[in-house]
């Protein structure tokens, strides 16, 4: 059997014709990083994420260097998880914008090397979107408006094992008997029911409630294995265990549809001529809720496929520090006006 021809990674045209060129490769400031660059050759001096932001090949011809259809999208996208997952911290989460079928094939990838699914979310962009560009008297499906950023979190393993079966063997290895686990808690069965359960039943313990569980465990427990519910050779204390589960704030409100027109106006980056420099620039409002609701202020925000870098701008705006690469150098030089017109415009404050 023949090998199936390679897609083509040649773009659609874009609006802007002239190469631009930025006056700079890089940019590093107090709240961001962003350089012209294969991502690629960043991530190892890049700060360890506590969120990464994926907007890059849908393969739609979106961009040069971009896949024709969803086939190569899984070798396109390997090389980049892999570095994701390097450097990943156990508390990690991943918004991954694609479309539907993109999304389908890279699934099995992110599995592969340790992400562990979460929630779909789908942006429907209204009826607007595809108004006038749209013949339905031809086209053989219904018109997609639809695009979806999915939340993936890093699963987290101590000593190479699963939290649960990590606790339920630090436990074993005191010699104690399940109930004692309970006793330690301070609750009737809520470890033995929840804590340690061996299966989809289990839940994060609490902090509090962690550390109370190692505090009684290194009190009674054999001497002979302590310490117990050590965590990377330190001790376990809710501090720690607090960081194996990643943050996740949900706005009141929310759910995960997003109903919201496709951009226009003011925010959208446009040429001289009035155009649109990036044909997916995502809204800076959408960006703003999937991070402000995985990160605190001060936590480090990856946006890989930097494009016109929305994701650093609303991580500025919300005081993260954000870490982007644009390999294209024109789409490059907008986004480096805009971020250093945002920056600008904070030392004003």
């Not at 265990?241 to 997003?258: D, I, L, Q, S």
């Not at 990160?295 to 990856?302: A, F, N, S």
Request: include cysteine; proline fraction near 5%; aromatic fraction near 12%.
């Amino acid at each position: 059997m023949k090998a199936a021809p390679k897609t083509s990674t040649v773009g659609r045209s874009k609006a802007v014709k002239e190469e631009l060129v930025p006056d700079t490769k890089q940019l590093n400031a107090k709240l961001c990083s962003i350089s012209c660059a294969n991502s690629l050759n960043a991530y190892d001096d890049w700060e360890k994420p506590t969120c990464i932001v994926s907007d890059g090949a849908y393969g739609v011809l979106g961009f040069d260097g971009d896949t024709s259809d969803h086939l190569d999208l899984p070798a396109w996208y390997e090389p980049h998880i892999e570095k994701w997952s390097k450097y990943a911290k156990p508390n990690t989460t991943l918004w991954f914008w694609n479309s539907e079928i993109g999304w389908a094939v890279i699934h099995p990838i992110l599995e592969k090397y340790g992400w562990r699914y979460v929630n779909a979310n789908v942006w429907d962009k209204g009826k607007g979107h595809i108004a006038g560009n749209v013949n339905t008297k031809k086209i053989r499906r219904f018109p997609v408006v639809t695009e979806v950023c999915v939340q993936y979190v890093k699963e987290p393993k101590i000593d190479d094992l699963l939290l649960k079966d990590w606790l339920l063997r630090e436990w074993k290895r005191t010699g104690l008997p399940m109930r004692k686990a309970n006793e330690a808690c301070g609750v009737k069965d809520v470890a033995t029911r929840k804590y340690f359960a061996k299966d989809h039943l289990w839940y994060f313990a609490p902090p509090e409630r962690f550390e109370a569980i190692q505090k009684y465990a290194n009190i009674h427990g054999a001497e002979a294995g302590k310490p117990y519910f050590e965590i990377e050779g330190q001790e376990g204390t809710a501090e720690r265990w607090a960081e194996y589960r990643a943050k996740f704030y949900c706005p009141h409100g929310f759910t995960n549809v997003w109903q919201r027109n496709s951009l226009k106006g003011s925010e959208r980056i446009t040429t001289a001529e009035g155009k649109a420099v990036h044909l997916n620039q995502k809204p800076l409002d959408l960006m703003s809720n999937i991070i402000s609701a995985s990160t605190d202020e001060g936590d480090v925000v990856w946006e890989p496929f930097g494009g016109l870098f929305s994701a650093t701008a609303a991580s500025i705006a919300l005081k993260r520090k954000a870490f982007g690469a644009e390999i294209d150098q024109t789409y490059f030089y907008y986004g480096l006006k805009r971020i250093r017109q945002q920056l600008n415009q904070l030392t004003l404050l």
